[in-house]
């Protein structure tokens, strides 16, 4: 079970009382593992803006895969053949991975302390694709009951990413439940993955049921 860090000092604002096209709903507090957990129970997440203030952002609409609609195409399946994938074993090195050749990444130092201390208390977890003993792919993010909150991916080799999101997607299905996995935006990336928009009040509506549902990430160091 993941180790309960406990409450947080900072008490967020209700998403539902935002103005419809308000995505910044908070600026400010810290990245302790509570604040952050306390964030996505409320359907927020963290990222900085321009002007170097922590804010705290939900997307009206909202990106979500859902997971019976995870598109797999027929190339994507002969192409996961030429990978190994692993869980939670090797979180920072994915972090970094996905922060590499963006200049304005919000992948900071800061970012990474605080989402590998959330990993040692087993609420954050990795996907990492293989190839020849090479990290060439994955992704990572935040479970909090049936709710996976992605954050970032990234691919060195094509399809590399999609895999990772792959194996994701049938991991939380063998969870069962109403599992609810956030994409935050969707990008066109991940909507040829069959990732949709939903409005904020949709979102809010499906993580109240996810965070009903218990984890299923749990002790994943293993290789699928």
Not at 28 to 49: I, K, N, V
Not at 81 to 95: I, L, W
Not at 135 to 157: K, W
Request: proline share 4%; with cysteine; hydrophobic share 40%.
């Amino acid at each position: 079970m993941p180790i309960d860090p406990g409450p947080s000092a900072w008490r967020f604002p209700d998403p539902l009382l935002a103005e419809a096209d308000q995505e910044v709903i908070a600026i400010g507090a810290d990245l302790e593992p509570a604040t952050l957990l306390a964030a996505y129970r409320r359907g927020l997440f963290p990222m900085h803006l321009a002007s170097g203030e922590l804010a705290w952002w939900s997307p009206n609409p909202r990106g979500v895969l859902v997971l019976d609609e995870l598109r797999v195409t027929r190339s994507l399946r002969k192409s996961a053949a030429r990978f190994s994938v692993t869980f939670d074993t090797a979180f920072e090195k994915v972090m970094r991975a996905c922060d590499e050749g963006r200049p304005d990444s919000w992948i900071t130092e800061d970012f990474i302390d605080a989402y590998t201390h959330l990993y040692a208390l087993g609420w954050a977890h990795s996907v990492e694709v293989w190839r020849e003993g090479e990290l060439v792919g994955g992704l990572y993010g935040l479970e909090v009951g049936g709710l996976f909150a992605g954050e970032s991916m990234f691919h060195r080799q094509t399809d590399a990413s999609k895999v990772a999101m792959v194996a994701l997607v049938g991991r939380l299905q063998q969870g069962g439940g109403q599992r609810l996995l956030d994409v935050q935006w969707c990008t066109e990336h991940l909507a040829t993955l069959g990732a949709s928009e939903v409005s904020r009040f949709e979102y809010l509506t499906r993580l109240r049921a996810a965070r009903r549902q218990s984890s299923c990430l749990e002790s994943l160091n293993r290789t699928m």
